[in-house]
């Protein structure tokens, strides 16, 4: 997900209660069929903006009329719970709450059971995970066994 400010915006403003000559139009995804959030123009700027989804299409339309400033806008991605780094691709296990999105590090309340690690993303080393865990982890590795050969030599 992503939060979006907008820090300036100056644009063309309306036309008949219309953004018609410049504007911004935000959808919460990645393509035109995307839900809009809106189209916006003049000086109000969308406030707030969360997206639901980890991807946001921004269009910007302008015509060669009228000269405005433009916009400056910022963002941040927020990641899920349990998720960090560039588009939160990797794992944390913190014991309470959420991980640090960049780092992963987690707050007071430390890892998970059979997790360690600054970011709990490590498993202890010689021991094994839980029965519960370790029945998940076997049914997830199947082994891609062919016909048995006899090899002689």
Known sequence: MFQVTFTDFA???QKNNKCIYDYLEIFNGPTFSSPSIGKFCGTAPPIGFKSQLN????????????NA??????YTQECPLGSYGVNCFRQCHCRVGACDRVTGACGNGGCKDEWKGIACNETFVGRLP?????????????LPLGPMRRCYG
Do not use: C, N
Not at 130 to 142: G, I, T, V
């Open 55 to 66: 991807s946001v299409l921004i269009v910007f339309s302008t015509d060669s009329g009228t």
């Open 130 to 142: 839980s029965r519960k865990l370790q029945r998940k982890l076997f049914q997830a590795m199947p």
């Open 69 to 74: 400033t433009g916009f400056r806008m910022t």
């Open 11 to 13: 644009m063309e403003p």
